[in-house]
């Protein structure tokens, strides 16, 4: 990554205030200048505590960024690629369920950042969409694109097509089932989630987060036990799981979870992850198989976070 240099000269107050300025500024920079050089990209804009002056050490960032429609399914498939050759994400991004709908798709990605792990929150917006976005959530322009003669020759037929083909597929993606190995990345990034609330005291968040790992958790055993269950959520879950042993067994852990405190220290945020992670190693082995480094350099991180 790039190393931000102050701007010269500056006096030593100004000196003291960039010395303390949010860390999160660095991978800001770093996004800014990769992103700015993608041809599909046309606007890069921040929101959150970093866009209002509020960031702490353990703040997101909260960066919006603006795709040609025609070309940002093809960005949100690469991106994973992309976030970890060049800032070495942790985890797979885990599409965001808990932004609301701005036309088009978040994904939360976990950046390691001077030995901690830093949210990333990126939202990939059609273009047509970005001014509504901007008008419904205020974020802060950092970059956008110079258009030159040649990006003036616009093709309305061809830009409707794409933009109708762009929200039908993210409708899709938005609705498609969780696999285990997808739902054990929502474990790892709520659990991360959920931490640093509980850190912060902000209990009604935290008792949000902890709800939804439960039903992570409850998902992980419907989808590895009865994949093709014609029913969701809680419904008729003890009637389908409990046939097998396994499954009464599962349903156990699952009850024990369940009458935890609702809101909960960071031991027991850890203890409902361990869980998580237990069970899929006992009915999906194949998805932890297949997320082993990355469970285990989740677990170091915060590991080194609890002793710092």
């Given amino acids: ?31 800014v200048q990769m992103l700015s050089d993608v041809p599909a990209v046309t606007q890069l804009l921040v929101r959150g505590s970093l866009a209002t002056g509020t960031a702490d050490r353990l703040s997101d960032v909260d960066l919006v ?34 932004v ?29 969409a970005v001014d509504a976005l901007r008008r419904r959530i205020g974020p802060r322009l950092l970059w956008q694109e110079t258009r030159t003669d040649t990006d003036t020759s616009p093709n309305p037929d061809g830009n409707a097509v794409a ?14 089932p969780a696999d285990c190995s997808t739902l054990l990345v929502q474990a790892m990034v709520l659990h991360a989630m959920l931490r640093k609330r509980v850190l912060r005291g ?33 419904y008729h879950l003890p009637d389908e799981v409990g046939r097998t042993t396994i499954g009464r067994e599962c349903l156990a852990e699952l009850t024990d979870a369940l009458s935890g405190p609702p809101v909960p220290t960071v031991a027991q945020a850890d203890q409902a992850l361990e869980r998580i992670v237990r069970l899929t190693r006992r009915i999906a082995p194949h998805a932890v198989a297949a997320l082993s ?12 976070e609890g002793q710092s």
């Fill in 1 to 31: 990554m790039t190393t931000i240099t102050p701007p010269a000269p500056l006096s030593p107050l100004e000196e003291l205030a960039y010395a303390h300025r949010p860390p999160q500024l660095t991978v800001l920079a770093d996004l």
């Fill in 65 to 98: 960024v603006a795709v040609r429609d025609n070309r940002l399914l093809a960005l949100m498939a690469s991106l994973d690629a992309v976030m970890s050759t060049e800032f070495g994400a942790l985890l797979p991004g885990w599409r965001d369920t808990i």
């Fill in 202 to 234: 902000q209990e009604y968040i935290a008792y949000g987060l902890l709800h939804q790992l439960h039903e992570t958790c409850r998902d992980v055993i419907r989808t590895a036990l009865v994949p093709h269950s014609r029913h969701h959520g809680w």
């Fill in 163 to 176: 933009r109708v083909e762009t929200a039908a597929k993210l409708a899709r993606t938005a609705t498609a």
């Fill in 100 to 128: 609301g709908d701005l036309g088009g798709a978040g994904f939360v990605y976990l950046l390691p950042h001077d030995g901690h792990l830093l949210q990333l929150d990126l939202y990939l917006c059609p273009d047509s």
């Fill in 293 to 304: 480094d990355e469970i285990t350099a989740y677990r170091a991180y915060q590991n080194q």
